[in-house]
Nanobody
């Protein structure tokens, strides 16, 4: 089971940190992806990190603003979001796949969290 936390309401150009914690298994051997889904839209890949943390991918729209990191000892992955924009508003999900490389396709992930709402508005 994956559990996200840290969502909320933030003003434009503000920051939020989302966390993804594993329960019942360790994340050490899983690549972790973050996805988001805005109202009326499909699930969008945001970024992913390989099991070692040595390689991270992002979509272009969040590069330079979002930072994905992981602490395998704590089975936790963090998505630091800065300079948030209204178009970042969505439910954010973390997902785990038992593979050593990143993937942007939601169907390729084995476990999903329940999601956490991020709203960027003034």
């Amino acid at each position: 089971q994956l559990v996200e936390s840290g969502g909320g309401l933030v003003q434009p150009v503000g920051s939020l940190n989302l966390s993804c914690e594993a329960s019942g298994f360790r994340l050490n051997y899983y690549s972790i992806g973050w996805f988001r889904q805005a109202p009326g839209k499909g699930r969008e890949y945001v970024g992913a990190v390989i099991p070692s943390g040595g390689k991270v991918n992002y979509i272009d729209s969040v590069k330079g603003r979002f930072v994905l990191s992981r602490d395998n000892a704590k089975s936790t992955v963090t998505l630091q979001m800065k300079s948030l924009k209204p178009e970042d508003t969505a439910v954010y999900y973390c997902a785990a796949r038992f593979e050593p490389y990143n993937d942007y396709i939601p169907d390729n992930y084995d476990y999903w969290g329940q999601g956490t709402q991020v709203t960027v508005a003034s």
